[in-house]
């Protein structure tokens, strides 16, 4: 599967963005997703996940209330609203995916060196 990423930008503290992820080759469906996020210096870290099922999400304590990660009904999208957002937010955002496997349905994956297949980084910046 291919991905790709889109809707970084620059926003001011408090404003919004969104996040998508396109996936070719096959859908979603057939994958955990999740987005990660690393900032300069930093390491790679989780933001938000959602099953190969489709009906279980997870959240990094950091945005949890602020950020919504949902997927269409095709699988052939997922995304990442988000709201409130604060400077310590900006950071290179990916998304990726993870063959199932032997994961359970409605399992999420947060460790981002299980992660098979990557999109190309999304700038977010958010300004003071």
């Known amino acids: 599967v291919q991905l790709q990423a889109s809707g970084g930008g620059l926003v001011q503290a408090g404003g919004s963005l969104r996040l998508s992820c396109a996936a070719s080759g096959r859908t979603f469906r057939r994958y955990v997703s999740g987005w990660f996020r690393q900032a300069p210096g930093k390491e790679r870290e989780f933001v938000a996940g959602i099953s190969w099922s489709g009906r279980s999400t997870d959240y990094a304590d950091s945005v949890k209330g602020r950020f919504t990660m949902s997927r269409d009904s095709a699988g052939n999208t997922v995304s990442l609203q988000m709201n409130s957002l604060k400077p310590e937010d900006t950071a290179v955002y990916y998304c990726?995916?993870?063959?199932?496997?032997?994961?359970?349905?409605?399992?999420?994956?947060?460790?981002?060196?299980?992660?098979?297949?990557w999109g190309q980084g999304t700038q977010v910046t958010v300004s003071s």
């Open positions: 990726g995916a993870v063959n199932p496997g032997w994961y359970p349905a409605d399992q999420n994956v947060r460790d981002h060196n299980k992660y098979d297949y």
